[in-house]
């Protein structure tokens, strides 16, 4: 089995700051690409920032110069740190991660249970 687990959602005002950290644990052999997405209320789940083994990056136009993605892969765990929060930033935050498991060839897709992020105006 494989788990994702999210942290570092809550509550803050705009202009301020998050750290989101999401673990990777489990029957892992690798991990390829990670990333972040998010879902607001009524809105389709929209991607936030990628990055792959290597640490090739990519944001959506809605957060460059404001989120960095990160990745630790001695730790199986990716990061998301946000700036200059604002309140259209508010959301369900996702982690996904694409997983080979132990005795396994191909990868899979495996999400986070979400961490909600809301900012006040």
């Known amino acids: 089995q494989v788990q994702l687990v999210e942290s570092g959602g809550g509550l803050v005002q705009a202009g301020g700051s998050l750290r989101l950290s999401c673990a990777a644990s489990?029957?892992?052999?690798?991990?390829?690409?990670m990333g972040w997405y998010r879902q607001a209320p009524g809105k389709q789940r929209e991607l936030v920032a990628g990055i792959t083994r290597r640490g090739s990056t990519n944001y959506a136009d809605s957060v460059k110069g404001r989120f960095t993605i990160s990745r630790d892969n001695a730790k199986n765990t990716v990061y998301l740190q946000m700036n200059s929060l604002k309140p259209e930033d508010t959301a369900v935050y996702y982690c996904?991660?694409?997983?080979?498991?132990?005795?396994?060839?191909?990868?899979?897709?495996?999400w986070g249970q979400g961490t909600q992020v809301t900012v006040s105006s």
């Open positions: 996904n991660a694409q997983i080979i498991r132990i005795c396994y060839s191909d990868y899979d897709l495996y």
């Open positions: 489990g029957s892992i052999f690798s991990i390829n690409a």
